[in-house]
């Protein structure tokens, strides 16, 4: 059980161009879906946070305009970075979790991305 | 400020017993997670704590002392394919989790 799909696994494209990512519970469904970003050698640092129907919450310094999150079922959650540059290219990581808050968050695959 | 403390690179031998420490200060206590992640994949959970003590899981167990803000992993019977980044983070008074930077573990033959 709680199995977390990200798509696609890998995407590279030019810069200025935009690139959705889309995040899955396939056997649970999410309430909370969270959005990482991991640059190589790093942590995890958090993006931002959605609940399903109500706008994400964003973390300091991180862009609301450029990455567009949206939530719109308790399965499904979608990133897009918007006019993407070659700074952008990371590791993108979401995660998911049932509707407590202290429960576990798991993780999809993650998706790099390769800003050219 | 909140942080999570854990060292940045470990070696054990295959066979041995490797612990692997973390010490926390964060704006109240939620739980503690322990996640491993292989090089180029996502994190994948092995544990969680709550209460104070051991949690035993198969050849990992991860102890908590929340006085202390202190927890460690404990992998047991190395095996190559325990080679990998081990993930700290700690879920705040918000529900917000704070990780650590990670522990790096090499294991050699």
């Known amino acids: 059980g709680a199995v977390v799909s990200q798509h696609p696994s890998w995407v590279i494209c030019k810069s200025g161009t935009s690139v959705k990512i889309e995040c899955r519970s396939l056997?649970?469904?999410?309430?909370?879906m969270f959005w990482y970003r991991q640059f190589p050698k790093q942590s995890l640092m958090l993006m931002a946070t959605?609940?399903?129907?109500?706008?994400?919450?964003?973390e300091q310094g991180v862009e609301k305009d450029k990455f567009l999150i949206n939530h719109a079922s308790l399965t499904l959650s979608t990133l897009t970075v918007t006019s993407a540059h070659p700074e952008d290219s990371s590791f993108y990581i979401c995660s998911a979790s049932s509707s407590d808050p202290k429960e576990t968050q798991y993780f999809g695959p993650g998706t790099r991305l390769l800003v050219l | 400020g909140q942080n999570i403390d854990q060292p940045t690179e470990m070696t054990a031998t295959e066979g041995a017993i490797v612990q692997i420490n973390c010490t926390y200060q964060t704006s109240g206590f939620n739980g503690l997670f322990w996640y491993q992640q292989h090089a180029g994949e996502a994190p994948t959970f092995l544990s969680y704590n709550v209460l104070d003590g051991l949690e035993e899981k198969g050849r990992f167990s991860s102890f908590l002392s929340r006085s202390k803000g202190y927890s460690y992993l404990l992998l047991k019977e190395l095996q190559m394919k325990d080679s990998a980044s081990y993930l700290c983070?700690?879920?705040?008074?918000?529900?917000?989790?704070?990780w650590g930077a990670g522990t790096k573990l090499i294991i050699k033959p």
């Open positions: 056997d649970f469904q999410a309430t909370t």
């Open positions: 983070a700690v879920m705040n008074s918000n529900y917000q989790l704070i």
């Open positions: 959605s609940n399903e129907g109500s706008k994400a919450t964003y």
